[in-house]
């Protein structure tokens, strides 16, 4: 029997994460709320051979601390991370036998992204919706816009300089476009890119999934 344990729920939600990986033969996975300080140490007591690290808690309790991700990954146990608090953990531990998964994990560990306020992000504490926009998101699209020819260079830079500036709980494109220059017919288009555009997080968080998946076959 393999076990696996995966913290997600708010990058990606526990439905969409079992279409991808579910319980099966003798594989048992369990999916778990985004993971805060301590919780490793008690959920290690169930005897994982995998923990998958997506989603974790930023502000509204403590993190996930380096030393209980190493004391598991000693154990001998794969610790895999990705989208959220997983890249930024992956990054930082990398070098020492944890894998990052994902483009968010490349952001962090190249350094072209460094601090957790990139991803993080306001949530509703019982539905795990996200509540607000992680900055990760919005400079991938707002970057893919340029190449799309929707925005220029220097605009692109005006909206990720008014996000950055913007408390994360209140993070959102509307605020961030209607805080801007652009002209309404421009802000039109990028809206409907803005609509037409992936999740980045969402779509690393099922890249950690389908890496497990792979893992076991």
Known sequence: MVKIIIYTGLSLSFDEAKEILDSHDDVEVIYK???KRGDLGHDIKENPDIIGIIDG???QNSSVGHKEILNVINKGITVVGASSMGALRAS???T??????GYVYEQYATGKVASDDDVA???D???LEALSEPLINMEYVFENAVSENIITENQKDELIKIAKSTFYPKRNYSQTLNSSSLDDETKSKLIDFIRRSVD???EDAKELITYIANMIK
């Open 96 to 101: 020492l036998g944890m894998t990052g998964i």
């Open 125 to 127: 504490s019982e539905t």
């Open 92 to 94: 930082e531990l990398d």
């Open 33 to 35: 709320r985004p993971i």
């Open 121 to 123: 992000v306001m949530l």
């Open 200 to 202: 980045i997080k969402k």
């Open 57 to 59: 808690v930023f502000h």
